[in-house]
């Protein structure tokens, strides 16, 4: 429905509505359309007028659209009276109701108002992200830095886990104030990005670059640089943390994931107790192995060749080091068919030990029980995060430890522009977070080009050094 470009009177509303298929739908419809076309608020506020005179009332969901669109042309004056109203009529409203108010109300000069609606929240449930962060912007847009860092602190304490606009945001707000406090502060949010293993995105880097080198008399420099293999930095000589775990954080994770990551999730949902028996017995019997390879995983990585040839390309390629290889495949694969054929698949096991699970088997349970028990030198292929297994660990200091393994021994892999070849990007000897010496800073970020064809391993970093 195209909403008309003025306010209609009674008699022209009727007639529309009469015209429309579905005539009880008519007026939801047309509020829909109104903030899809983002029409002006006096159209609207027509179409309100009828309903009203009409009905004697009008809907909540009718006043909830409308206020949709009021707030998404700040409107802050119809805002407030639409709070008024609404608090008036049905006394409690609910979240979609608090987080349009806080929005509408955060970016307007009746700012402190969405502070109010905050509390106002938090008397019946936890208010939302996105809650907090309209006022923690709107407070550091107004240069209430403490108020803005105070609902920050309050936010992570209830587990919220805050977006990269408002990281940037309390960068760009602090840019150029001598205060140690708040520097402290912004000092604390560079380490809650090193210890949740964030990765900021290029503007949000360069706002941090920006609030480095406005600090008064800090004498900060910021360069933009790509850490050499050996994980030395080319800026300023600094070598990077070794992504290496001790011999006790490598057992203790070990026993960790096998613990409450195979045993402890719906691993055997996918497989059965006996397969995974089958499996620990056919690695036990042929352990060590150099790399795993997640089969299926690979296979799918050049849509328009056969799967087969997709594995036969990467087992050919990895093969070469002289290397021990695993792949875990499917027992599907074994069945000659238009994507998997049985000469090659032949040839491949010549060239490394294969395992065929059911065709219903939960794959990432096996590759991380097969890289673990190979030892610390073993790495792995397969184009999955692995985030449900990092969540199924039980406490935070083993999952920054799952990150560091995982960023030292995941092998990311991607074609070749032209499609025919398939390229491996070797796993960092050095760690991928931000990191510090005091007057040196080194943070990795995320190039959009460069995630798409490394699987979001950064390879640019910031160099910032204090002279």
Known sequence: ????????????????????????????????????????????????THVANSNGDIAYNLLLKYLALCVQQGQTSEICDLYDIMKFRFKKLESGAYNLFIRGLSNSDQWRMALTLLEEVKTVTVPSRTN???????????????LAFG???EMLAKDLVPSSIVLQ??????RGIKDAKLQKELFDVLFYLRDNQIHPHRAFMWSIKLWFESIPGGKWKGHLTNIKESGQCPVCNHQLENSDLTEEEYNNLREKII???IHGTDTFRKT?????????????????????????????????????????????????????????????????????????MKEMQNKADFFFADNISEDDAFLLYATLRSG?????????????????????????????????HQIAFSCSVEGRSI???????????????????????????????????????????QK
């Open 423 to 465: 390229h491996f990007l070797p796993a960092l000897c050095y760690d991928v977070v931000v990191q510090t010496s005091g007057n040196t800073w080194h943070i990795p970020y995320r190039d959009t080009l460069e995630d798409k064809n490394s699987y979001r391993i950064p390879r640019k970093w910031l160099c910032i050094q």
């Open 1 to 48: 429905v195209q909403p008309p470009e003025r306010p209609l009177q009674a008699e022209e509303w009727n007639r529309l509505r009469e015209s429309f298929q579905s005539p009880h739908m008519f007026e939801e419809v047309m509020f829909n359309s109104m903030v899809k076309y983002n029409s002006p608020v006096d159209v609207a506020k027509s179409l309100l």
């Open 272 to 344: 059965s107790p006996k397969e995974f028996e089958a499996f620990q017995t056919f690695v036990e019997d042929r352990l060590p192995f150099d790399i795993v390879i997640d089969g299926l995983n690979v296979s799918h990585i050049k849509p328009r060749k056969m799967q087969c040839e997709n594995l036969f390309d990467a087992v050919n390629c990895l093969a070469k080091e002289n290397v021990r290889l695993l792949v875990l495949g499917r027992k599907h694969m074994l069945v000659n068919s238009s994507n998997w054929r049985k000469e090659i």
């Open 259 to 261: 613990k409450d990551v």
């Open 151 to 153: 609902l920050y602190h």
């Open 169 to 174: 945001a309390l960068f760009d707000f602090n």
């Open 376 to 408: 610390k030198h073993c790495k792995f292929v397969t184009r999955d995060f692995l985030r449900d297994h990092k969540a199924c660990l039980s406490d935070s200091v083993t999952r920054q430890l799952f990150h560091k393994w995982q960023r030292g």
């Open 132 to 146: 907090y962060e309209c006022c923690i912007i709107a407070a550091g847009r107004h240069q209430e830095m403490k």
